[in-house]
């Protein structure tokens, strides 16, 4: 692995942080300020859609898609410390780039499993920007951490499917501008193969039955720069047959392709944010005094900056790592590593943000500092893409098969 950013990258990097300061950092604000004078929360900031086209001017645009006719042709190592940059502004700058999830994973499903025909109707305009989506999975009856255990049916009736269930936590179906839901149910819950009971399927937001019953608070955010995350309802909702994805028993596989990029995603943002607490904690130090010196000369802060820097170098070279394993070998080729990104980066984060938190005193849990909602969504990755336990399962597994 040459661990030299290439020639590409480098471009995209320079452009890209040149964005951030002329565009992103200073819409941050205006986006509050937008916010609160809206008749609705989940409208969006009309700073927004400035900024995105502008990214899309520049050519900072579908950069997550490494399919060069669809995307920008970049390979997971390119991409990696792109997002990283996008992660010191969470909010808004996936958003700006058009690599945002829910939409990003949705893209791919729709890419690699959709009909021509579902490409053009929503991988199309999902790509240019124009409308949102939402991935439905997440169940409040059942342990949702195994997808088998999905409640939700998806009935064959003729020339339709029939819909019925209830999910939560749907990140994005609060957002306006989200007019498609992927959805995953069972076509097939008496299957021997539990693997392959579960479809997915396009649903329209307009669709009769479908509704979308409350916003979802994540520690009291209802994070409505992500589109929120909400309570959905569907009863008998009827789409045409052609809205399913693949085949019928293709869910979970669709599923564990849609996760495999989105939890590298996630660590390469969440190693931004990282870097976001480290610099406000270095800030921070610097400028406060507290017993009569500045936190700068504690040695406990020495202690708390100096084990942020280790980690994230730490963790930045494991993600690297296994964005080549991705390009070169393939997403089940570095299943390993995978997950044991998706177990260490959240968890590290969390501990350097709360670090964060504590030099920033009552100001680091306030509005005034972004510490407090980054913990919120950098604890939040320990559950979302598989809880870490899972995923812990499964490492120790594959360890232990090696000696059995």
């Not at 645009?61 to 995307?71: R, T, V």
Request: hydrophobic share 40%; net charge negative.
């Amino acid at each position: 692995m040459d661990f030299a950013f290439d020639a590409r990258t480098e471009e995209l990097r320079a452009k890209l942080l040149a964005f951030m300061d002329e565009h992103v950092y200073p819409a941050q604000q205006v986006m509050h300020e937008q916010t609160a004078g809206q008749d609705s929360p989940w409208d969006v900031p009309p700073v927004v859609e400035e900024v995105k086209a502008e990214a899309k001017r520049q050519g900072l645009w579908n950069l997550f898609l490494p399919d060069a006719e669809y995307g920008a042709g970049l390979t997971n190592l390119q991409y990696a410390p792109l997002a990283e940059i996008t992660g010191r502004a969470p909010h808004l700058a996936p958003t700006a780039l058009n690599c945002a999830a829910p939409d990003t994973g949705n893209m791919e499903v729709l890419f690699q499993f959709g009909s021509d025909e579902q490409k053009k109707q929503w991988l199309e305009p999902l790509l240019a920007g124009e409308i949102r989506s939402a991935f439905a999975m997440t169940e409040p009856a059942v342990a949702s951490s195994d997808a088998t255990n999905i409640e939700t049916r998806i009935e064959r009736d003729g020339d339709e499917y029939v819909i019925n269930g209830r999910k939560w936590y749907i990140s994005g179906a609060m957002n306006p501008a989200c007019q498609i839901f992927i959805v995953m149910g069972k076509t097939d819950p008496d299957n021997a193969d539990i693997r392959r009971q579960q479809s997915m399927i396009l649903v329209p937001r307009d669709t009769p039955g479908l509704t979308v019953k409350r916003a979802m608070q994540v520690f009291g955010y209802e994070d409505h720069w992500h589109g929120g995350h909400a309570e959905v309802v569907f009863d008998n909702v009827r789409v045409p047959a052609s809205n399913l994805i693949g085949e019928e028993g293709g869910g979970f596989a669709i599923a564990q392709a849609r996760l495999g990029p989105g939890r590298i995603h996630h660590c390469m943002r969440l190693i931004g944010m990282a870097e976001a607490a480290i610099e406000l904690m270095c800030r921070r130090a610097v400028s406060r005094e507290a017993f009569g010196k500045p936190l700068a000369q504690q040695g406990v802060v020495h202690n708390w900056i100096a084990d942020a820097r280790v980690a994230v170098e730490q963790l930045r070279l494991l993600v690297l790592k296994t964005a080549w394993l991705m390009d070169t070998v393939g997403n089940k080729g570095a299943h390993t590593e995978i997950q044991a990104i998706k177990i260490a980066t959240p968890r590290t984060v969390v501990d350097i943000i709360d670090r964060a938190i504590q030099l920033h005193g009552a100001g680091g849990v306030s509005q005034d500092f972004p510490l407090a909602e980054l913990y919120a969504g950098a604890r939040t990755l320990m559950l979302a893409d598989g809880p870490d336990e899972v995923h812990q399962r499964s490492l120790a597994r594959r360890e232990l098969k090696k000696y059995l």
